[in-house]
């Protein structure tokens, strides 16, 4: 059923949310209009052009699995890609250095608003597939390191002790994005925040490009380079090979279990926009070592 | 003040809004002494903090021109101009609007 991705008012008809939305608009009401900037068009059009805008927007193809993964691609890989997945093309010290020091937090975060979706679902593959993967991100398995622990490995490995990178404050754009992230955790069902966390583990999946995106995640040389420690090949290889499955799996589940697909949609959104909200700290933080950097964003 | 956001003329409803250049809302407000176009007032409030953290900056008393480079999720790259003088930084704002990174670009 329709629903207005801003205040997530429901309507029978698209047209319907058109209006309310257009009238939203017309009243310079900061959400929705930043809403339709961000995701729709930067230029005005009348109600009829929107409500058809909107429907190609939200209307489901294949499946609602693949609808997720082509907005991700849109968003993160389209046209101008995120210009921290531009700089893990050929990554300085300050861009690692950036990454290791903000995505702590977002490791610390991810394994809290997964337990979540454990404590609100019954389903027994669900919660299966969600300690597993709090396994894998924070205590390891088969007696490999986590990626929590691969992570800091990766920083001391550019030279910074694990003291000094633990002892970092994250950065108001992460906090903000971890913000957004816990009350979603807080205030949607265990499909949505399923979905609006799992399909962030697109943006390593190195099946990408075969749906369109541009480039992967990282320049794949670097794992083979000599120019980069074991360790940064370590931890970019156990997402390289990791997030792949999770991702997918995680949708498929998605797909299985849902029942109000434009809620997980607009929830799904909701989380992309913190998302691109956050890889930009990485790199705010990265100038802190490697000034160059700022050139990245401009 | 004139004004181009990514390219484009900006500042009046019919080429967008000041900050970001969306043509959506009907908020105005007065800066300078002249009425500029904005989509919604979190856009305004941005961009007044940012005029008034070049001239702090700066000791400038008006603005001539303004070139502005990005969006919400970068970060904004910016030229401000006046009197043949030029002044480029770098902005982004937190979540009330405020400014949370600025940075002068040599
Ligand atoms: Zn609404
Ligand atoms: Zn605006």
Partial sequence: ?298 | MKIQVNGSKAGDKENGCALCGATWGDYYEEIDGEKLFFCCDVCATEFKNMIEEIKRRTGWKKIDELSIEGNYYKGRNCVAKTEGREYKFYVKFGDDAEIETFKEIE
């Fill in chain 1, 1 to 298: 059923m329709p629903i207005c991705p801003s205040c997530e008012y429901r309507a029978s008809e698209w047209k319907n949310i058109a209006s309310h939305m257009y009238l939203m608009a017309r009243n310079s009401d900061p959400s929705h209009v930043m809403w339709m900037n961000r995701n729709l068009t930067m230029k005005e059009v009348d109600v009829d052009n929107l409500s058809i805008m909107l429907e190609n927007f939200f209307s489901i193809k294949d499946n609602l699995s693949f609808w997720i993964r082509e907005k991700f691609i849109q968003k993160f890989y389209g046209e101008s890609p995120h210009p921290f997945i531009l700089a893990m093309q050929n990554p300085t010290r300050g861009v690692l250095l950036g990454y290791v020091i903000e995505h702590q937090h977002f490791l610390k975060n991810w394994v809290k608003v997964l337990s979540e979706i454990i404590f609100k679902t019954d389903v027994e593959e669900v919660i299966k597939y969600e300690l597993e993967n709090i396994n894998v991100e924070y205590f390891g398995y088969n007696g490999r390191p986590s990626h929590y622990e691969l992570l800091i490995r990766m920083g001391e490995s550019l030279g910074m002790p694990r003291e000094k990178i633990l002892s970092y404050k994250p950065l108001p754009s992460t906090q903000s994005a971890i913000n957004t992230w816990r009350k979603i955790a807080f205030e949607s069902n265990w499909v949505e925040i399923m979905a609006a966390m799992h399909s962030l583990e697109l943006v390593a999946d190195k099946t990408l490009r075969k749906y369109g995106a541009k480039m992967h995640y990282f320049n794949e040389t670097i794992l083979s380079s000599n120019d980069f420690p074991k360790e940064v090949k370590d931890f970019l290889r156990e997402g390289y090979e990791a997030d792949q499955t999770h991702a997918g799996e995680a949708l498929k589940l998605v797909d299985k279990y849902a029942e109000d697909p434009e809620k997980i949609q607009v929830t799904v959104l909701r989380s992309f926009d913190a998302f691109a909200k956050y890889l930009t700290a990485r790199l705010e933080r990265g100038m802190e070592f490697d000034k160059n950097l700022i050139k990245v964003v401009l």
